[in-house]
């Protein structure tokens, strides 16, 4: 009977590890394969579902067909994001044209802050012995020496470059390697753009109809299942969005007050403060990098090069903000969507290796969604802390085996 058992737990756990495994596989052929070639139908049908409403309402007080309501509105609102991205791009390459000009015509305080460095560095090693000491100022008068020479070649590459274009930075090879890439797939992204306007007429037209075709396919279990994963996915969805972009106005507010505030005082000499506070609060919502990212090196760049001031008040800035941050976040965010740090670096990681720079937001969001949905109770995917199958904990549970064992030994001895 007991080797029986022992065989069918095997036998489970075989099946398990197969059935995860399967999914995994499928899950990673759908995201490496079948995701973008399927993205303008996902975000048309995604599209479809949200003007359902509106469609409907419309429809309900004018004599109006329901196919001339859905293509007006899907005109409408390709009309409003066009109009944006165009007014937000304009705008935004105007301001980075300007801001990068203005930081190279402060390049010349780079060499200074090298200098600088090198001579705190130096200063640190006078203390050592002969022989340690010889070698490391050694290697740092040669290291310092190299990268003021790089530096001095790229600065004249880099105004070379703007003096003849304006804002042609062609010494940047490697990032541009990119952008032509990317410009190179314009036609594509040109085609699947105009097949999800088109699909997205078709599917708010038809969206009872593919829905009904849909939920007919499916028992009634598997029914209330699919429509509490919409629900929660959305919900989920939704409350991140919300809570994240009002982390970054925050974020955004803070930096703007407190660089405007050096700005007033004499600290802060440059310009560009609502773009720098947009790229900072941009940077500071990304997995894993955060605000000091931008902040720190420019702290220690401006006490390098004789700003203490400056740098005192962009490292009080950073703390001011990562402070608020942790004090901020966990109340914004809904302690459902939390996932422990190691999880979030694990998806980022993951999806860097397949996805490319997507599969860095794709992978922890999808494994966001994967908690909600487990911890409702539509998968199960692992088990849920205080379910009745919970493991006791494991070292409590040993330090009380240990004891009562010490206590049945000093009996012994005593009888």
């Known amino acids: 009977m007991q080797s029986a058992s022992v065989t069918e737990k095997h036998r489970s756990v075989l099946i398990n590890f197969f059935y ?7 899950a990673y052929l759908f995201l490496r394969f079948a995701f973008w070639p399927l993205f303008p139908f996902l975000l048309a049908f ?10 409907n309402l419309i429809t309900k007080k004018t004599p109006l067909k329901r196919g001339f309501i859905s293509l007006i509105c899907v005109l409408l609102i390709v009309a409003i994001v066009l109009s944006l991205f165009a007014l937000l791009g304009t705008t935004v390459f105007t301001k980075v044209k300007d801001f990068v000009t203005s ?21 640190l090693t006078e203390r050592l012995p002969a022989s340690i000491r010889t070698a490391l100022q050694n290697n740092i008068e040669s290291f310092a020496e190299s990268l003021l020479v790089s530096f001095s070649d790229t600065e004249q590459q880099l105004t070379q470059s703007t003096t003849d274009t304006g804002f042609d930075l062609s010494v940047l090879k490697t990032p541009l390697t990119g952008v032509l890439s990317t410009a190179s797939k314009v036609p594509n992204f040109l085609v699947a753009f105009i097949v999800a306007v088109i699909a997205c007429c078709f599917m708010t037209t038809d969206y009872k109809r593919i829905t009904n075709f849909i939920m007919r396919q499916l028992s009634p279990t598997r029914r209330t299942a699919l429509l509490r994963t919409k629900t929660l996915t959305l919900n989920t969805l939704g409350k991140m969005a919300k809570a994240y972009g009002l982390i970054m106005l925050i974020t955004f507010t803070e930096l703007l007050l407190g660089l405007g505030l050096l700005k007033l005082i004499g600290l802060y000499k440059g310009g560009y403060v609502p773009l720098i506070a947009m790229i900072v609060a941009i940077v500071d919502i990304l997995p894993i ?9 420019w702290a220690i760049i401006s006490l390098f090069t004789g700003r203490v001031g400056l740098g005192i008040g962009l490292f009080v800035l950073y703390v001011i903000i990562s402070v608020l941050r942790q004090f901020i976040e966990p109340r914004l965010v809904a302690g459902q969507l939390g996932l422990p740090p190691i999880a979030t670096l694990f998806g980022m990681y993951f999806g860097l290796k397949l996805f490319s720079i997507v599969g860095m937001f794709i992978v ?3 494994i966001n969604i994967l908690k909600v949905l487990n911890d409702e109770g539509i998968l199960h995917l692992w088990k849920r802390e205080g379910s009745a199958e919970a493991a006791p904990p494991l070292e409590l549970r040993s330090f009380k085996i240990k004891t009562k064992r010490k206590e049945e030994k000093s009996h012994e001895q005593n009888h």
Not at 20 to 26: P, R, S, T, V
Not at 46 to 55: D, G, T, W
Not at 113 to 120: D, P, V
């Open 46 to 55: 995604f599209v479809a579902m949200l003007l359902q409403k509106p469609v």
């Open 364 to 366: 922890p969001i999808t």
């Open 289 to 297: 990098l955060g605000s000091g990212t931008i902040l720190i090196p």
């Open 103 to 123: 930081l190279l015509a402060n390049f010349e305080s780079v060499p200074n802050f090298i200098q600088q460095a090198e001579q705190w560095l130096l200063g």
């Open 20 to 26: 995860y495994a399967l999914i995994l596989g499928a």
